[in-house]
Nanobody, 122 residues
Framework: QVQLVESGGGLVEAGGTLNLSCVASGGAFSTYVMAWFRQAPGKERERLAQIAWDGENYDYADFVKGRFTISRDNAKNTVYLRMNNLKSEDSAIYYC???????????????WGQGTQVSVSS
């Protein structure tokens, strides 16, 4: 089965930058739409960004547009999220997710990582 493992979370000061990585194994990574989500305590999970298999089509949530950048390296089975100008409200658990070609029609994500904690201090 497909496994996703996030890394790169930690504590960062407001205004700083953090880079997250998600490594996939056990599947056809190069055919997946990949996405980053986050969930803070007491809030619903939010979709932050997604990127198509070829890295040419992508989408961002309005509230992170201009600050966050998603990218992927299919040779390394890895998707990245670069987060600039972090704010305290960005503190959350960050998850990566994979969508198979079959699920593209439904818009659902099939595989999820366990998450990495991002904490932004003021």
């Amino acid at each position: 089965q497909v496994q996703l493992v996030e890394s790169g979370g930690g504590l960062v000061e407001a205004g700083g930058t953090l880079n997250l990585s998600c490594v996939a194994s056990g599947g056809a990574f190069s055919t997946y739409v990949m996405a980053w989500f986050r969930q803070a305590p007491g809030k619903e999970r939010e979709r932050l960004a997604q990127i198509a298999w070829d890295g040419e089509n992508y989408d961002y949530a309005d509230f992170v547009k201009g600050r966050f950048t998603i990218s992927r390296d299919n040779a390394k089975n890895t998707v990245y999220l670069r987060m600039n100008n972090l704010k305290s409200e960005d503190s959350a658990i960050y998850y990566c997710a994979a969508q198979t070609r079959a699920s593209t029609w439904r818009g659902t994500f099939d595989y999820w990582g366990q998450g990495t904690q991002v904490s932004v201090s003021s």
